[in-house]
């Protein structure tokens, strides 16, 4: 990540907000666009107000049951330990799936749902 792990989606609005003002884009689109950004981390549970940022918040989200192993692996390479990752990704994923299920409430994701479910119950499985 170019502007870092830590804090990136406020490292990263900074740096684009300089540029979407360079490139002098209406304040309300750069105003949208800096939502997306701040909100799309999981960390906050918070609910994004834009359409925009709720989807990008649900496809992040949703990216992590892609390849749960993958990112933990990415975790062991930063120096954390194998069972300190891999516990690190399974409640990362529980959170997301929690969030997933609150925005069903305002957004039809049910198959979203469904598949991350499923990807939960394997991964959980791997580590009982």
């Not at 870092?4 to 540029?19: M, P």
């Not at 689109?29 to 609910?47: A, F, G, L, S, V």
């Not at 994923?93 to 957004?107: A, G, Q, R, V, Y």
């Not at 039809?108 to 991964?123: G, L, N, Q, S």
Request: aromatic share 8%.
């Amino acid at each position: 990540m170019k502007f870092g792990s830590e804090r990136h989606e406020e490292t990263g609005a900074i740096e684009a907000e300089k540029i979407l003002k360079e490139l002098k884009l209406e304040e309300k689109t750069i105003e949208k666009i800096i939502e997306c950004i701040k909100e799309h981390r999981h960390e906050k549970p918070t609910i994004p107000v834009s359409l925009e940022a709720k989807i990008l918040k649900i496809a992040d989200a949703y990216s992590h049951f892609k390849k749960p192993l993958e990112i933990a692996y990415m975790a062991v390479k930063m120096g954390f330990g194998l069972e300190e990752s891999l516990l690190w990704m399974k409640n990362k994923l529980e959170k997301d799936l929690k969030f997933l299920k609150e925005m069903s409430n305002e957004l039809d994701i049910k198959d979203v749902i469904e598949e991350c479910e499923k990807k939960y119950e394997c991964f959980s499985c791997l580590l009982s």
